[in-house]
């Protein structure tokens, strides 16, 4: 009924849509030539504009008349007019686009559509380059020092028409994951750590994780995971213990598993001289084989095939499992990462387990690493315009965009006033800030991030990072020499809309990723004979919409020459 | 000349129509009160299927419903070129019909067991007992359920180890799936499901009982040929409704359940569109997958519906 419920309600919207868009005088500008003389200057703010804004960060819950709504509006002449829907919500976001009813500005935290499309269905407009440039200054700046920026978001056939703006992620630059052992088990059962090893932090839990920038050999770590299993290192005389345990909805536990192969999940290399996609690769099987192997030697929780991520974190609470997947942040602490494996162990104060957090498995041919968080560069994101937006509203929106989410002075606009509204977590500008309890962290009578794109430069990043997670980072999951050697990106990736494989990504998704899934699923089980089965299942990957995506991957450039531009 | 019959005849309809509207004249509330909803209906349900149209185009928000282009039934060629599409369109009949045929007696059974307890207060405990776990969501059952299934914590596989066996992964076991699927369904829906027979047996006349019994019927006699013939309209009628949502085999009871291991068994339509993100910005799709099991749900109602009134006076009309 659900279903019923969602189809109708869509059509339901869509019929409304009928009428509204047929009253709707559309004064778009979308594609057109803008006489860019005839619009204000930069910093002309005389003609008062209402304009309604959505962020990234946008769940409808910004009170109106905020403090950083009354800012703004003073500041830039504008009324701003709050969006009450909460842009995180699939179904919401599905019919506030069906009704068209989409604020000037939003940045949907889910996509199922590419920006060329959301523009063909006529629900945004581009944005002209020299718009930009007169009014997002530090926006072109930042685009210009990442390459391949000013290439990205291009409308078809275009060179000065962008699609929309993106943003900078420096707060996933470098290793995103990093393997985790039960210290405390290695100590008990005879193994050295792999190199020196150093605390995260002093107390909070902290003390109990530690880390080093070696790594295990994929050898050493199946040593390491049979005596977990089998070498009863919680010491309850009970066989109840296992070494790894993954989960069945994603594949960030294999992270650097996979990498040790050379490998990262979707990603694309060259193989005996062709293109293949990771899923179909020879290496992967491997990988395959090496998990399958692992499974039967029971080294591998059975009960994994019914764990999702939140059932593993649980799961890795109780204190049977030996290997952890983790990120810079879980190892830290951070706020936002409590009840999340590995750290969930060592949250109780009582708690006598330790964690060692090192590098990535080295593989059979000495390959060590984790896939990239973004296939090229560090550009992610969509900020969009809605159609409706004329050139003098657009004109206002970028030089807001472009203060807020560029110009540093603007950190009011997601943590108020230092000492009045926040508060620095340790040392003053080299630890996280925090909002005190009066005020809202996000939108509610504070407004903060309500309006804001989630881009940041390295500045901001240490605005909500703790400074044990900038010191991991520093230390060693973004340092350069870790970045070089063990970032594994695609060999080729369409960034700059050439071809078609964003569209045919998206339409046989659903297929391609079954297809995978249960493969890999029943290959790991040993319900299948992976040599027996492998050409059946490329077979099946290449006619389900595999074949098209290759094709379309194969037109697209090389990552490396996108990389230097 | 008119006679006097002859001008009978004629104004008879008038005199009909005349007390047809002296009798509206009079419930003119309760028509009003009847137009509320009717105009909500008309609303909500009859002026939305306007929106099918765009199953058979490439919606786009901007161009609305009408001028977005006819797409020559692409929506269904993709739908019916996907063999995913296939393999779940069968296990959804597979399901739906297991649970149409074991779940669907389950609750007429149950109501008529419960009519025979004589204790007022076991009675109203086993009902209240068994109206449970329909008010708890799926996200909290399929939890249970997965903990007693468990390999390692689950008290089924505790019994087997305990007697020496090999646990057994239950939940992502291709051959225990489905039948699990069937008796969770049936223990949720089984008090809820039974509420209505119950209510019909309630209105059986007495005296039909107390014939039986002079001709020397026992309890079970009664049941069979008293309470059973008397609830068979309602049961014909659930069981036609049921039919209409035959394609509807368990959306969130399975979603909280599977996983890629059962896929081959247990993956249904609506579990295959939602893990996809085909709905997502969709619209066109979404409705074509919708209309495509509608149809197929008033195409079965109208089949059993028209078989049953061959066979019988009962039917929904």
């Given at each position: 009924m659900k279903k019923y419920a969602k189809v109708l309600s869509a059509t339901a919207l869509s019929s409304a849509l009928l009428l509204t868009t047929a009253c709707s005088n559309n004064e778009a500008t979308s594609g057109e030539k803008i006489d860019i003389a005839s619009l204000p200057d930069s910093g002309d703010y005389s003609d008062k504009l209402e304009l309604s804004l959505s962020g990234?960060?946008?769940?409808?819950?910004a009170e109106d008349g905020n403090y950083v709504q009354k800012r703004l509006e003073e500041q830039f002449n504008i009324k701003i007019k709050n969006t009450k829907v909460d842009t995180w919500n699939k179904d919401q976001v599905n019919l506030m686009v069906a009704s068209g009813e989409l604020p000037d500005t939003f940045a949907f935290t889910a996509g199922g559509k590419t920006p060329q499309e959301l523009f063909d269905a006529g629900l945004t407009r581009t944005i002209p380059k020299e718009m930009l440039e007169k009014y997002a200054p530090r926006y072109m700046k930042m685009l210009g020092e990442n390459p391949p920026g000013p290439e990205m978001n291009l409308l078809k056939g275009s060179d000065n028409e962008y699609l929309q703006l993106i943003g900078l992620y420096s707060h996933v630059d470098g290793l995103t994951w990093t393997p985790t052992f039960r210290l405390d088990w290695l100590e008990k059962l005879g193994f050295e750590p792999p190199g020196e090893i150093k605390q995260v932090g002093p107390s909070g839990g902290r003390e109990k994780i530690y880390y080093t920038d070696k790594a295990y050999t994929l050898e050493e770590v199946e040593e390491i995971l049979k005596a977990f299993t089998f070498n009863d290192p919680d010491g309850n005389?009970?066989?109840?213990?296992?070494?790894i345990s993954p989960y069945n909805d994603q594949m960030h536990w294999a992270a650097s598993l996979m990498g040790s192969f050379g490998l990262a999940p979707d990603y694309n290399f060259i193989e005996d001289d062709k293109l293949v996609v990771t899923e179909i690769s020879k290496k992967y099987k491997e990988f395959l084989k090496l998990l399958a192997k692992w499974y039967d030697m029971g080294l591998i929780d059975p009960e994994f095939t019914t764990l999702d991520l939140n059932k593993s974190w649980e799961k890795y609470k109780q204190g049977k499992i030996g290997y952890y997947i983790a990120q810079s942040s879980y190892l830290a602490m951070d706020d936002w990462t409590k009840g999340r494996a590995p750290q969930n162990l060592v949250e109780n104060p009582n708690s006598t387990a330790k964690i060692l957090a090192t590098a990535p498995e080295i593989g059979k041919d000495g390959q060590q690493g984790v896939g990239s968080f973004i296939p090229v560069g560090n550009l992610a994101d969509a900020f969009y315009v809605s159609k409706n937006v004329t050139d003098e509203e657009l004109a206002r929106i970028l030089q807001i965009f472009d203060y807020i989410n560029f110009d540093n002075e603007a950190r009011w606009t997601l943590y108020g006033e230092v000492g009045v509204h926040s508060d620095w977590e340790g040392e003053p500008e080299k630890s996280a800030l925090k909002v005190r309890p009066e005020y809202a962290a996000e939108e509610g009578n504070s407004g903060f991030w309500g309006y804001n794109f989630r881009t940041y430069d390295k500045e901001r990043v240490q605005w909500f990072t703790s400074e044990y997670t900038m010191n991991l980072r520093k230390e060693y999951f973004a340092r350069d020499d870790v970045k070089e050697n063990m970032l594994i990106r695609p060999y080729k990736w369409d960034v700059l809309n050439k071809t078609k494989m964003a569209e045919m990504k998206l339409r046989y998704q659903g297929q391609l990723k079954t297809v995978v899934d249960e493969f890999r699923m029943k290959a790991i089980v040993g319900e299948i004979d992976i040599d027996k089965e492998w050409d059946k299942y490329i077979e099946n990957w290449l006619n389900n919409g595999g074949q098209d995506i290759l094709a379309e991957m194969d037109k697209s450039d090389k990552v490396s020459d996108l990389m230097k531009q | 000349m008119q006679t006097v019959i002859e001008r009978a005849v004629e104004s008879k309809p008038k005199r009909k129509e005349n007390i047809n509207w002296v009798r509206m004249k009079k419930m003119k509330m309760l028509y009003f009160m009847m137009a509320i909803p009717m105009v909500m209906l008309f609303i909500f349900h009859y002026i939305p299927m306007y929106g099918i149209l765009i199953a058979f185009k490439n919606f786009s928000p901007g161009l609305g419903i009408w001028d977005s282009p006819w797409n020559n039934f692409e929506h269904f060629k993709r739908l019916f070129s996907d063999f995913l599409f296939i393999r779940a369109l069968q296990n959804t009949i597979v399901i739906s019909l297991l649970k149409l045929i074991i779940v669907f007696p389950a609750p007429i059974i149950f109501a008529i067991l419960l009519n025979e307890i004589k204790s007022e207060k076991f009675k109203k405990v086993s009902q209240s007992i068994s109206y449970l776990p329909h008010f708890m969501s799926w996200v909290i059952l399929s939890a249970m359920v997965i903990e007693v299934f468990s390999p390692q914590r689950g008290i089924i596989n505790y019994v087997i180890t305990f007697f020496g066996g090999e646990a057994i992964n239950f939940m992502s076991d291709k051959g225990s799936f489905i039948p699990i699927l069937i008796l969770t369904d049936m223990w949720k829906e089984l008090g809820w499901g039974a509420i209505i027979y119950l209510a019909t047996i309630t209105s059986i006349d007495p005296q039909l009982y107390e014939a039986a019994e002079i001709d020397g019927a026992g309890r079970f006699r009664k049941m069979i040929h008293v309470t059973l013939p008397s609830i068979m309209p309602m049961v014909i009628i659930m069981f036609i409704l049921r039919l209409g949502a035959v394609l509807n085999a368990g959306f969130d009871q399975i979603l909280n359940l599977y996983n890629p291991l059962v896929y081959e068994v247990a993956d249904i339509i609506d579990t295959y569109v939602y893990r996809s993100g085909l709905e997502q910005f969709q619209f066109d799709y979404a409705t074509a997958v919708g209309l495509f099991k509608n149809v197929i749900g008033i195409a079965l109602i109208l089949t059993a519906n028209a078989i049953i009134r061959r066979k019988s006076e009962h039917g929904i009309w």
């Open positions: 990234s960060i946008t769940k409808g819950k005389g009970k066989n109840d213990t296992y070494g | -």
